[in-house]
């Protein structure tokens, strides 16, 4: 069984920081590839970072230099360092791997940037 369990987010302005980390458990974290997603309202769940077991990275172009996806393989992690901000990043994230594993989406973690 596939669980991920997303934390971290929570509401800060326009220029601040925040970190949000995906606990794994289960087979998905021996996929090479795993991802961030985000959801915002009424639009479709996008990815914003990948990073390959090697620890190759690959970001959509609104959040490169801003922010940084990181794995830690022995401990089934991911996290996701955000800064820098903007509230066009307000959205639902999710962790998945890639291609996404269609029933181990989480619940996701909220975050809110306000101007």
């Known amino acids: 069984q596939v669980e991920l369990v997303e934390s971290g987010g929570g509401l800060v302005q326009a220029g601040g920081s925040l970190r949000l980390s995906c606990a794994a458990s289960g087979s998905i974290f021996r996929n090479d590839l795993m991802a961030w997603y985000r959801q915002a309202p009424g639009k479709q769940r996008d990815m914003v970072a990948t990073?390959?077991?090697?620890?190759?990275?690959n970001y959509t172009d609104s959040v490169k230099g801003r922010f940084t996806i990181s794995r830690d393989n022995a401990k089934n992690t991911l996290s996701l360092q955000m800064n820098s901000l903007k509230p066009e990043d307000t959205a639902v994230y999710y962790c998945?791997?890639?291609?996404?594993?269609?029933?181990?989406w989480g619940q996701g973690t909220q975050v809110t940037v306000s101007s």
């Open positions: 998945n791997a890639l291609p996404a594993v269609a029933w181990a």
């Open positions: 990073i390959h077991r090697s620890g190759t990275t």
